[in-house]
């Protein structure tokens, strides 16, 4: 029987399937890694919606994932054996983004100029300027993975075996169980470069609002680096994690004291020095600005695929008169990735994954995994695509 390589797959919304694809072929630039954790990402919202972002499709599904090579071509600088934690993209290597350690998720090669609101989140829509090409293989993609090596499988996160470009697996250390290696994706790993770019430090307070994994992931790095974390939310269930996972303050936005309580917190300054948006809904977007300070900083890390809802900024008050920096980003900059290792082997920040982990199913229960996600009552979900989930 020749081998083959399983795949977690969405063909409609509401119902998961595992698919047998063939074995991945490995071309030079690029590793095989047998997937020991496959964490989910917004593919819960795949599976209610399916709506999608450029990079995926019904049938190439997941960006997060560690595991241990298993195959490598002629001249890798890794070797068979090496524990991985795998990142997000196929970038050019060449550009001012990928030479710079910037994140490969802003490289060059992928056309964003060109695809304003990912052109409604078809999965199946071209680009003019890729000669009428989907737009899942645009270059930079996890697709383009599978083109360069000719393989019928292993490009994505959900799937047994998957390839990974060399620049985009880092080896992680003997000691780092996978479970917080895997943190370094989108949680843990994707707010880190967020909030070093913030300068959040010791003594700075930092609001989290509209908090699912990534306003966790936001939480723990803020307090890693030393601030006093105010939370931002009404979902009890994830409020209650917030606070063991270590945020100082819980405030309830539908308080009509709320901004009130913010200003009492954070004394003289009227504000909170930065402060993280996790959610992408205008009504955390309204509130989180309002409670940055002068001169201080905000954050998008949320974002809803293929929806054109304005920010809701009035701009001379809450932007120009207040001197307030607003920028967005979603991944961790090359640069950051040995900072980010480092973070992750902090006993405190273990704990804190820990809780922050609140799901674990093999990649067959696809279908309770997500539903787990879309019922509020999670945090970081992961998947088990070898069959041996610890649970
Ligand atoms: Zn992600
Ligand atoms: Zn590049």
Redesign the pocket.
């Known amino acids: 029987m020749s081998p083959v390589n399983t795949v977690l797959t969405i063909p409609e919304p509401g119902a998961s399937q595992l698919q047998q694809l063939p074995y991945p072929k490995v071309a030079p630039g690029y590793v095989l890694v047998k997937v020991a954790i496959a964490p989910i990402?917004?593919e819960h919202q795949i599976y209610r919606d399916h709506t999608f972002e450029w990079h995926e499709d019904e049938y190439h599904l997941g960006?997060?994932g560690v595991g241990t090579i298993v195959e490598v071509a002629e001249g890798s600088r890794h070797a068979v054996g090496d524990r991985v934690v795998m990142y997000?993209g196929n970038p050019c290597g060449e550009c001012f983004v990928c030479r710079e350690g910037l994140s490969p998720t802003h490289c060059m090669a992928i056309p964003y100029e060109e695809m304003p609101g990912q052109i409604g989140s078809d999965p199946h829509a071209c680009l003019e300027s890729l000669g009428g090409a989907q737009l899942i293989n645009t270059p930079g993609g996890l697709r383009s993975i599978e083109i360069a090596c000719g393989s019928e499988s292993g490009g994505f996160g959900f799937s047994q075996f998957r390839l990974a470009p060399e620049s985009m697996v880092q080896k992680i250390p003997d000691d780092l169980p996978f479970r917080y290696a895997a943190a370094a994706?989108?949680s843990n790993g994707?707010t880190y470069t967020g909030v070093e770019e913030a300068g959040v430090k010791a003594g700075d307070v930092v609001l989290v609002g509209g908090i699912g994994f990534i306003g966790f992931g936001a939480i723990i790095n803020a307090k890693y680096r030393g601030a006093t974390v105010i939370a931002l939310g009404r979902n009890a269930f994830r409020m209650e994690l917030a606070q063991r996972i270590g945020a100082d303050y819980i405030i309830d936005p539908d308080d009509p004291d709320w901004l009130a309580k913010i200003h009492e917190l954070t004394g003289d300054k009227k504000g909170c020095d930065a402060v993280f948006e996790c959610s992408g809904y205008p009504y955390y977007q309204k509130r989180c600005l309002a409670a940055v300070r002068r001169y201080g900083q905000m954050r998008l890390f949320g974002f809803l695929v293929g929806s054109d809802e304005p920010l809701p900024i009035h701009l001379l008050d809450e932007i120009h008169n207040r001197h307030v920096t607003l920028t967005g980003s979603h991944d961790v900059n090359v640069s950051h990735r040995e900072g980010l290792i480092e973070m992750l082997r902090d006993p405190e920040v273990q704990r804190a994954t820990d809780l922050m982990i609140t799901h674990e199913f093999n990649m067959s229960d696809g279908d309770a995994a997500f539903e787990a996600c879309l019922s509020k009552k999670a945090g970081k979900v992961y998947l088990y695509p070898q069959e041996d989930c610890p649970r």
Request: charged residues 10%; glycine residues 0%.
């Open positions: 990402c917004i960006h997060e997000q994706n989108c994707c």
